[in-house]
């Protein structure tokens, strides 16, 4: 199970990824549900395997999630800029309206990043490491599942705003 994150099978990851995202370009949530299951899958393999976070230490991967969070917040200040100017840069007050109609993107799926990223960023505390001295600077199990989701969530925001951005994109031709 280790070659799989250590070999060229990363690129599998990455091509899912951008699968999914481009899926937007064809108005195809099959591919986007899917993208994003392969993803998910990918994580947890990552996860539960024995060996995968040999060598990574509980603050090491601590920080992993904290750095998440920092990008996630970034992604969502960006994402409330543009919604903000598609909002404001109206001569009717229902041009996000039109654009989502166009684009065929329901008004749930406009707010789904903005509500994973929340639940994302929820401070949970947590205990970071093992209790005995050998375990103490390895993670548990509380920290491996907090890096799964937050890690996974931000993989979920970034695909979802770039399958909108395409739809957008691509109605507009």
Request: aromatic share 14%.
């Amino acid at each position: 199970m280790q070659k799989i994150f250590k070999g060229p099978y990363i690129l599998f990851a990455y091509l899912t990824g951008a699968v999914a995202v481009f899926a937007g370009a064809f108005h195809n949530y099959y591919l986007l549900v899917l993208g994003m299951l392969a993803l998910m899958i990918w994580d947890l393999l990552y996860v539960f395997d024995e060996g995968s976070f040999h060598g990574r230490s509980a603050s090491s991967t601590n920080e992993s999630v904290t750095r998440a969070r920092t990008y996630i917040s970034w992604y969502i200040g960006m994402y409330g800029v543009i919604m903000g100017l598609a909002l404001t840069r109206t001569e009717g007050s229902n041009m996000l309206e039109t654009l989502l109609a166009n684009a065929q993107i329901p008004n749930w799926l406009v707010g789904l990043p903005l509500i994973l990223s929340i639940v994302s960023m929820l401070f949970i505390p947590i205990q970071v490491g093992g209790s005995g001295k050998q375990e103490i600077d390895q993670p548990n199990v509380a920290l491996k599942s907090l890096f799964f989701f937050v890690i996974y969530l931000q993989k979920v925001i970034l695909i979802l705003i770039g399958h909108m951005g395409l739809r957008v994109l691509f109605s507009w031709t």
